[in-house]
Nanobody
C-alpha cells in the first residue's frame, strides 16, 4: 500500500505565494511520475503540473511562469511552488504518484486566494 501526505495549503492574498508538499511512503519500487491536479468548486479536475522521472515536465497553460514543480527523489516527495497567485487558483490541490502499475492520490489540500 502507498500513502501520500500533503501539506502547505492555506489562505493567501492575490499576488502571494504558497508551497505545497506531498510525501509518498509505503510499497514504492519505482516512480514513473509525480504531479499535481486541482479541482475548483463546480469545475472538473485539471492537471496543474506533471513531472516524470524521465522526460519533460509539463504545466497547465494557466500556471506557466508562476508555478514550479520539483521532486526530492531520495524522499519520494514532490513540491509545488506557487507564486503570483490569483483568485482563480483557488481549488483543492491533489498530488499523485504514478508507479506504472497503479496511481495513488493524496487527500487534497485547500488553497484559497483572496482578491
Amino acid at each position: 500500500q502507498v500513502q501520500l501526505v500533503e501539506s502547505g495549503g492555506g489562505l493567501v492574498q492575490a499576488g502571494g505565494s504558497l508551497r505545497l508538499s506531498c510525501a509518498a511512503s509505503g510499497s514504492i519500487f519505482r516512480i514513473n511520475a509525480m504531479g499535481w491536479y486541482r479541482q475548483a468548486p463546480g469545475k472538473q479536475r485539471e492537471l496543474v503540473a506533471h513531472m516524470p522521472t524521465f522526460g519533460r515536465t509539463t504545466y497547465a497553460d494557466s500556471v506557466k511562469g508562476r508555478f514550479t514543480i520539483s521532486r526530492d527523489n531520495a524522499k519520494n516527495t514532490v513540491y509545488l511552488q506557487m507564486n503570483s497567485l490569483k483568485p482563480e487558483d483557488t481549488a483543492v490541490y491533489y498530488c499523485y504518484v504514478d508507479l506504472i502499475t497503479a496511481n495513488y492520490w493524496g487527500q487534497g489540500t485547500q488553497v484559497t486566494v483572496s482578491s
